[in-house]
């Protein structure tokens, strides 16, 4: 088999349900990209006899190589085997050794087993079997049609083992020449996904190996580059040519790769300046402190932070003059100045940052929704209060200003 295209299928009503996510599917992908495997099609088909055989009808018909998870176990709803025997005609059998394997566990465990428990160690006759070493269930890889079809538990360390141990290197004995697939992700704040695309338009226009996709997200926007080539070296090369031109273009909104979120950035930026941040958060509710310090070493730049919703709390906590309230309100540049330059102080930091707004749902010292000022203080360098006016509903709003709160601090320093 020279190219593989293959099929995962996830066969349980509970995802549908949005009960679980179909983890399955996206760990069995990016395994498989790794070596250049093509994967053209994810489905989900819920616990109806029916159902799951019309999907396995049509994954039959389109790829040659379908992987199946779930619907193995010991119950009713568990109707995998008996789908595909409908569509195969391929006679089952009990599996002596899973057999043996399942009633052992019980005795161990000091339980009778159910009759029901014996539908676990039915295979298809002349299928190779898969040791579960972590379950009952065993998977399964059989030949219908030139199609192979690969029958994995559900269960994600189930799967995951058989996957490692028995699939993956079945898969790469069939294919002649493996490649290598990667993908890098590029962050990127303070620049709109069709700004992005503008600026990048000729590089994206041009695009063979590697693609550029560039995606937004809640947290700013991503550019996803995916190369394929026969080795890491090659593979790697090309994204880093790759990376570089795009960054040429828009480098001063760059702000980190892969799993280099922007409080990753900020919080290993303030460790290299040996510096600390606190912050007076009004409208954010704590949310942005949370993201700081959710980062590991954290707790060596981010002293803590203060929750300053109610005005009483501005003035008793924070110390905000009666006069600043009086005269501009909570909602304003120069409370918002106050906030950061007396949680610095207060808490000892280098740097206080600020938030104070309006969430919603009504305005609030006639002041908009959306209406928002952040500030920050700096004991030893520049300062800057800034105003936005945000869209969006209640956590919308609040989500941009924490987001907007990192980019600030971030060019800043």
């Known amino acids: 088999m020279k190219t593989i295209n293959a099929e995962i299928i996830a066969v349980g009503t509970e995802l549908l349900l949005g009960q679980i996510a179909n983890t399955n599917a996206q760990w069995i992908s990016q395994k498989l990209a790794k070596y250049g495997i093509n994967v053209f099609y994810h489905g989900v088909v819920g616990d109806n006899y029916q159902r799951v055989e019309d999907t396995f009808s049509l994954a039959q018909k389109r790829s040659n190589v379908v992987i ?50 014996r ?69 990127f704040i303070g620049i709109g996904e069709a700004q992005l695309e503008h600026e990048l338009q000729d590089v994206i226009k041009e695009q063979q190996n590697p693609t550029i996709a560039p995606l937004a997200q809640n947290d700013g926007v991503i550019i996803r580059l995916t190369a394929k080539e026969r080795s890491t070296a090659l593979v790697e090369q090309l994204l880093d040519e790759t990376k570089n031109k795009v960054l040429d273009r828009v480098g001063k909104y760059y702000t980190g790769s892969d799993n280099e979120t922007i409080e990753y950035v900020l919080v290993n930026k303030l460790k290299e300046l040996n510096k600390t941040i606190s912050a007076a958060e009004s409208l954010t509710g704590g949310k942005f402190t949370e993201r700081v310090i959710s980062q590991p070493g954290s707790s060596k730049v981010c002293p803590g932070g203060i929750v300053s919703y109610d005005a009483t709390v501005k003035q008793d906590v924070l110390g905000i003059p009666n006069r600043i309230i009086q005269n501009y309100g909570t909602v304003s540049k120069e409370c918002a100045r106050e906030m950061a330059l007396n949680v610095a102080n207060l808490l000892n930091s280098d740097i206080g940052i600020s938030f104070t707004g309006v969430a919603g749902p009504d305005s609030i010292e006639g002041k908009p929704v959306g209406t928002v000022y952040i500030a920050i203080h700096q004991k030893n360098g520049e300062g800057l209060v800034e105003h936005f006016q945000f869209h969006g509903d209640r956590e919308d709003i609040r989500r941009r200003s924490i987001l907007k709160g990192f980019e600030l601090l971030i060019k800043l320093l």
Not at 88 to 112: A, C, G, T, V, W
Not at 129 to 155: D, S
Not at 169 to 180: A, D, G, K, R
């Open 68 to 117: 199946v998870t779930g619907g193995l176990g010991p119950t009713e709803d568990d109707m995998t085997r008996e789908a595909f025997q409908a569509l195969s005609k391929l006679e089952i059998e009990e599996h002596r050794p899973s057999m043996e394997k399942i009633k052992d566990y019980f005795i161990r465990q000091n339980r009778e087993m159910t009759p029901n428990n």
């Open 119 to 187: 539908k676990q160690a039915r295979v298809f006759k002349g299928a190779q079997v898969l040791e579960n070493k972590v379950g009952m269930a065993p998977g399964m890889i059989v030949t219908f049609q030139e199609t192979t079809w690969i029958f994995l538990p559900g269960v994600p360390k189930e799967m995951k083992q058989l996957f490692e141990d028995d699939v993956l290197p079945y898969l790469l004995n069939e294919i002649e020449e493996t490649s290598i697939i990667q993908s890098t992700i590029l962050r």
